[in-house]
DNA sequence: AATTTAGTTAGCCAAATAACTAAGTATCTT
DNA sequence: AAGATACTTAGTTATTTGGCTAACTAAATT
């Protein structure tokens, strides 16, 4: 029911996953690929990757003996949205700060 | 030197504190208001606020025995920004697929 | 059929996180 | 001056996280 935003703010806080999403951004990937010049073992990598995909952030699907892995944009859309609505509520907070500051200093 | 992001997606990936940044975008509010109704100790939400303040998405200034704290925009912003960045690159891909495939489908 | 490639699974470990209680320190209020 | 209020600090505990190695499976290549 709710809309498990916790997991994907929490995939999003580490520089590993949050490349691995730029890179994905550009177009599906398979491990390898994704797992190319990284500076730690793979099984940690794929430690990553399972919690991007818990996440929902990213799919994956096996195609012989590689595993090919893609973005999925709602989530991150997501993500996005609840941030917007903050700052949505903020600026209306400030835009009737300036008003009234205005009205109450008429110069 | 870096953006320091890590920690601002870290900080968001709790519903106490991402209820806490909804509060707080209404306007300042001092600690023990942020707690009130909160099933958790006192100081196990402190805890909380020190992470949000941590991260940079808040800061707090103490009147007298009184804690106000207040949301920093920009840290918000940047994270947002972030997401919004890897929209840009993902929709500019599915613009250039779609124009491909109508270039390749003249009906 | 043997080897290489591409991932997978299992198990271990250290550090970080989130929670608690108990006890303490200022700063109002009465 | 005493008491209440608003945090603060210290110390404990359980769970989660991020990392590793070793060993394994399945698919493609030679």
């Known amino acids: 029911m709710a809309n498990q935003i916790d997991p ?3 995939a999003l806080a580490d520089p590993t996953r949050r490349s691995v999403i730029e890179h994905l951004a550009t177009g599906p990937a ?3 690929t994704l797992y190319a010049g990284r500076d730690m073992a793979l099984p940690t990598f794929l430690k990553h990757l399972k ?3 818990a ?6 699907e096996k195609k012989g003996r590689v595993r090919i892995v893609h973005i999925e944009a ?3 859309a997501a993500a996005e949205s609840w ?3 903050q700052r949505a509520v903020w600026e209306g907070r400030l835009d009737r700060l300036q ?3 205005e009205s109450n200093t008429p110069l």
Chains 1, 2 share one sequence.
Do not use: D, I
């Open 8 to 10: 994907l703010f929490a």
């Open 30 to 32: 398979q491990v390898s």
């Open 51 to 53: 919690v991007l995909e």
């Open 55 to 60: 996440s929902g952030l990213v799919r994956s």
């Open 74 to 76: 709602e989530p991150l």
């Open 83 to 85: 941030l917007k609505r």
């Open 99 to 101: 008003k009234l500051a």
